[in-house]
């Protein structure tokens, strides 16, 4: 057995056998009345406490979460379906129902200047899911010429850097980009437009105007540019005012601010935008559409157009299960959410963003649209939880081994100290005290190895050990 007891062990035990004083004075506490390397302590430890701590943690944390949904500027069509999004992102789910709890993340909606303004909002860490348009990431300047939260931004930006955050989930419809102008101009194109013409090209920090100045510089027009912090509902107003004649405006079709304009009888109509195709060489991310007859009231002819793909952002501060859960709500839902806006994707089986669109999409709309869930079924997920459970599987077979090799050292050490003091030398009554402890370590011995604590082949070198001091 001292082949199996290394010297090496010997000075650990003893250290050993000072903690466990310690520890046998703790457990006479109500408290640690019981053993602690009990295996049902370290099953309730490691096995269901810890794991229910950790779940309580999330939950607890879920509930208390709230994140920032920017709606667009008011009037626009992300500002209509904002609502119905934020509906169906805080709807309970069945289980949910079935506890009366409520632990979904709280969706705060929040109006922005634009798709620029999104992305500057969510690279500066004030906001976390957003619409834009594909391929105008636009960056964190956008601050300096958008009056939503500008302080804000401008101190989280300096603070974080150009850390691009945005990321895509979905795919949601196409914006035609319409231009709107006065009826009595008597204007056929785009490029009919007179020079120094006042017009509304979009709000600072908002998609409309980073399309519009495309176009504007793409033909060389010169528009005296005016009501640069308007939203579309205070635009449209404008116009019906007077104060400019023309105006672009980038949303979905059937917007109201749009049908009002463009009502039977109205003094405005829709100008087209011919060339496209240049337009789609020069700029990819930007579509050749068509504004179909009796959208509006008073177009009675198809409209050719330029647009650009609408689509749902959310930043990487999102974490894969929590991405992934949104998209999974929004897609089950999509056909209600767009039900009444024309161009959508709802009806495309296969709506992966990532196949067509130029922005990075989210790690966790991904696993969706893979059907790798990020958690339980994820097999990164179950290797991490085997792995877990392996650690703790192993550490506690090398305690118990450990403490097993403790356990036969203080036997040995005990046995040794009695003879060296029994001094059985021919001595016939001090033999008898010698037999009468060793009798009592036989019986100790007994009931732990009936108790499963040591085993036979222990319990017989304890037995050889005894019977060698007695030769």
Not at 272 to 301: D, H
Request: net charge neutral.
């Amino acid at each position: 057995m001292s082949d199996e007891l290394p010297g090496s062990f010997s000075k650990l035990y003893k250290y050993v056998r000072q903690m466990e004083r310690r520890i046998i004075k703790l457990r006479h506490m109500t408290l640690f009345h019981r053993p602690i390397l009990r295996v049902v302590s370290f099953v309730l430890i490691f096995v269901l406490l810890i794991p229910l701590i950790t779940a309580g943690i999330l939950l607890i944390n879920r509930t208390h979460t709230q994140y920032v949904l920017l709606t667009g500027p008011v009037g626009s069509t992300t500002a209509y379906i904002a609502p119905r999004i934020q509906s169906i992102l805080e709807a309970p789910e069945s289980i949910e129902q079935l506890l009366h709890i409520n632990i979904v993340p709280n969706f705060e909606l929040r109006p922005s200047c634009g798709g620029l303004d999104t992305n500057a909002q969510i690279n500066a860490g004030v906001a976390h899911l957003g619409f834009a348009e594909d391929g105008f990431i636009g960056n964190s300047t956008s601050f300096s010429y958008c009056s939503s939260g500008s302080k804000q931004i401008q101190a989280n930006t300096e603070n974080t850097g150009e850390t691009k955050k945005v990321r895509v989930l979905l795919n949601l419809y196409k914006s035609p980009l319409h231009v709107i102008v006065r009826s009595k101009l008597k204007l056929n194109d785009l490029q009919e437009i007179p020079s120094g013409t006042k017009a509304y090209l979009g709000g600072d920090g908002s998609s409309t105007y980073s399309v519009t100045q495309l176009i504007v510089e793409h033909f060389g027009l010169n528009i005296d540019r005016k009501g640069h912090a308007l939203n579309f509902n205070q635009a449209a107003q404008a116009l019906v005012d007077g104060e400019f004649d023309v105006a672009f405006f980038l949303a979905g079709l059937h917007n109201e601010v749009l049908k009002s304009l463009l009502q039977q009888g109205s003094e405005f109509q829709l100008l087209p935008i011919a060339k496209t195709e240049s337009l789609r060489t020069l700029f990819p991310y930007l579509e050749s559409l068509q504004i179909p007859p009796a959208v509006y009231t008073n177009v009675q002819s198809e409209v050719e157009t330029i647009g650009t793909h609408t689509v749902l952002v959310a930043s990487t501060a999102l974490r894969d299960y929590e991405a992934y859960e949104i998209t999974k709500k929004i897609a089950v839902h999509i056909q209600d959410l767009l039900w009444d806006v024309p161009l959508n994707s709802a009806r495309i089986i296969d709506n992966d963003p990532s196949k067509d669109l130029f922005y990075p999409i989210h790690d966790g709309a991904r696993r969706f649209f893979t059907h790798n869930p990020p958690f339980f079924l994820d097999i990164a997920m179950l290797t991490g939880i085997g792995a877990y459970f392996s650690v703790i599987y192993a550490f506690y077979v090398m305690l118990i081994e450990f403490v097993k090799g403790y356990r036969m050292y203080r036997f040995q050490t005990t046995i040794d100290l009695i003879t060296e003091h029994a001094q059985i030398l021919g001595d016939s009554t001090k033999s008898t005290l010698l037999d009468t402890h060793l009798q009592k370590f036989r019986r100790v011995a007994l009931r732990l190895m009936r108790h499963k604590k040591i085993t036979y082949e222990e319990f017989n070198y304890i037995e050889d050990y005894i019977k060698a001091y007695k030769l």
